[in-house]
């Protein structure tokens, strides 16, 4: 039977990935805002801001979750392993 420190670390790392979405969806809207911002008013500097969307927050952000699913697995195989 796995400890309660294992279900501890599942849990938080399932915090941490929350919280990694709910800032994700954040900075979607940014970028919505600021997509809707150059329907209403054009602003070259601007523009070129939204052409390198998402960026690199956004990347870095993506590369966070996906790494962080990956030692969930791991973690999630050494609390429930296989027989």
Do not use: C, I
């Not at 979607?28 to 602003?43: A, C, P, S, T």
């Not at 390198?52 to 392993?81: C, D, I, M, Q």
């Amino acid at each position: 039977m796995a400890d309660e420190d294992s279900f501890e670390r599942v849990d938080q790392l399932l915090v941490e990935q929350q919280m990694k979405h709910l800032e994700m969806a954040e900075m979607v809207g940014e970028y919505r805002r600021m997509v809707q911002e150059l329907r209403e008013r054009h602003d070259d500097s601007a523009v070129q801001l939204a052409r390198s969307l998402p960026g690199a927050r956004y990347h870095v952000a993506t590369t966070y979750v996906r790494e962080n699913w990956l030692v969930l697995e791991g973690e999630l195989k050494r609390l429930f392993p296989r027989d």
